[in-house]
């Protein structure tokens, strides 16, 4: 088999990347790839063969640096006219003139966008990180599902979305808050692409069901949903409580339901009680002769350091998966 070279931004040498692929990477609907094209001049300088267009490194860098410059606030128009070199860069304006203390002047770059520290990371994770730095709605959960359809739910979560959150949230520390609203705006587009992803009816099996909940004083919900989703999309029924549940709540929807198994999310130690999972891994429920227990996974860095035996502790999300799983096969 061939080895095709590639260059420095990962384009095929020689091949260029689809309208789709690029918008992929920038982290923008390929109707605005196409408009930025059509409407300002910004398509690709080399033409091939039929109706698909292909993007190079260079044609990439372009449109990096209108996402860049876009995503300060300037108008897309006046961004064109800086990346066709039609402005100088140092007269684009980035403050009101009321504004004491005007903007250094913008600089090209190289790799345009978030300026998130995203390592070494799949290419969507840029794209989704812009897409979340410019508010766009409309790309990010298009990104979002396109990643999950792609890679699947595990592996999109694991290697892509987990990525871009953290990177997300470091911004946020090292900034005084600044992008708060861009975390929690990526944070409610993931849960609506896991809810979209799930289906819709999944027949619940007597004493196989999986039911989810945040320990009391615990509002993290997110890595719970994700584990929601990856059950039901392996028809395993699930009850998810989400944040915060009682313990007088929690215990009785225990005895409701009869699970097979109890995952307890603790994202601080301060939240983790281990006497709470011993209590719930201890409650029996059925007729004489044939009680049962359910198998109590205690999720989420809370707990570290807090479990005991018998109390298993996944350490990531295909883990819980797999060991749901199997617990689940073995109940009648």
Not at 122 to 129: F, L, P, T, Y
Not at 204 to 217: E, F, K, Q, Y
Request: glycine fraction near 10%; aromatic fraction near 4%.
């Amino acid at each position: 088999m061939a080895v095709h070279e590639r260059d420095d931004e990962g384009v095929p040498a020689g091949a260029g990347l689809t309208t789709g692929e690029v918008a992929r990477r920038l982290g923008v609907a390929p109707t605005t790839v196409r408009t930025w094209d059509r409407r300002y001049g910004l398509g690709p300088d080399a033409h091939t063969g039929g109706r698909h267009r292909r993007w190079t490194a260079g044609d990439m860098a372009r449109l990096e640096r209108m996402c860049a410059l876009t995503a300060t606030g300037i108008a897309p128009a006046e961004a064109a006219r800086v990346v066709r070199g039609d402005a100088p860069t140092e007269a684009v304006p980035t403050r009101p003139a009321a504004d004491a203390a005007p903007r250094p002047a913008v600089r090209a770059r190289s790799r345009a966008g978030s300026g998130l520290r995203l390592g070494d990371v799949r290419q969507e994770c840029k794209g989704i990180a812009r897409a979340a730095l410019r508010l766009d709605a409309a790309a990010l959960d298009e990104l979002l599902e396109a990643a999950i359809d792609e890679h699947g739910l595990v592996t999109a979560w694991t290697e892509v979305i987990t990525p871009t959150l953290q990177a997300v949230g470091r911004k946020w520390e090292s900034s005084g808050e600044k992008y708060v609203e861009v975390e929690h705006f990526l944070s409610w587009h993931v849960s609506g692409a896991l809810r979209r992803s799930t289906p819709s009816a999944i027949a619940d099996r007597p004493g196989a069901i999986t039911m989810l909940a945040c320990v009391p004083g615990e509002n993290h919900t997110l890595s719970l949903e994700v584990l929601a989703a990856a059950l039901a999309e392996r028809g395993l029924p699930v009850r998810m409580f989400g944040g915060a549940v009682p313990v007088e709540s929690l215990v009785t929807a225990v005895r409701r339901t009869g699970p097979a198994a109890v995952g307890l999310w603790a994202q601080s130690r301060t939240t983790a009680s281990r006497p709470l999972a011993q209590h719930v891994a201890a409650m029996e429920w059925g007729v004489r002769g044939a009680r049962r227990k359910p198998v109590v996974l205690t999720i989420g860095p809370g707990w570290a350091g807090r479990t005991s035996a018998g109390l298993p502790r996944p350490a990531g999300l295909a883990e819980a998966v797999t060991l749901l799983e199997s617990v689940v096969s073995h109940k009648p």
